[in-house]
Nanobody, 126 residues
Framework: QVQLVESGGGLVQAGGSLRLSCAAS????????MGWFRQAPGKEREFVAGISWSSDTTDYADSVKGRFTISRDNAKTTVYLQMNSLKPEDTAVYYC???????????????????WGQGTQVTVSS
């Protein structure tokens, strides 16, 4: 069973920073695109950022461009989300996701990801 384990969430004041990590249990994910999504209470899950298998392509939601950075370390089968200049509207549960089947390109659609972590809470106070 493939597992994705997120860490790094917490409570931070507006303007602060957090770094989320997602460790994958299988090295095959080094060949797959990965992404971060988030879901706030009462809202649908939304795409935050994605990265191709080789890190040559990244994509971001307009709401986080210039503030968030996605990266990956394939040797460690880990993907990161550096979040700077956090705003109260960034408050949500953040999920790591991985595409299966050696699909190497990013998609912004949640349906395009086969494996999901359990989520980590990020709370930004004003």
């Amino acid at each position: 069973q493939v597992q994705l384990v997120e860490s790094g969430g917490g409570l931070v004041q507006a303007g602060g920073s957090l770094r989320l990590s997602c460790a994958a249990s299988r090295r095959t994910f080094s060949n797959s695109a990965m992404g971060w999504f988030r879901q706030a209470p009462g809202k649908e899950r939304e795409f935050v950022a994605g990265i191709s298998w080789s890190s040559d392509t990244t994509d971001y939601a307009d709401s986080v461009k210039g503030r968030f950075t996605i990266s990956r370390d394939n040797a460690k089968t880990t993907v990161y989300l550096q979040m700077n200049s956090l705003k109260p509207e960034d408050t949500a549960v953040y999920y790591c996701a991985a595409r299966g089947g050696y699909r190497r390109l990013i998609t912004t659609e949640a349906e395009g990801y086969d494996y999901w972590g359990q989520g980590t809470q990020v709370t930004v106070s004003s």
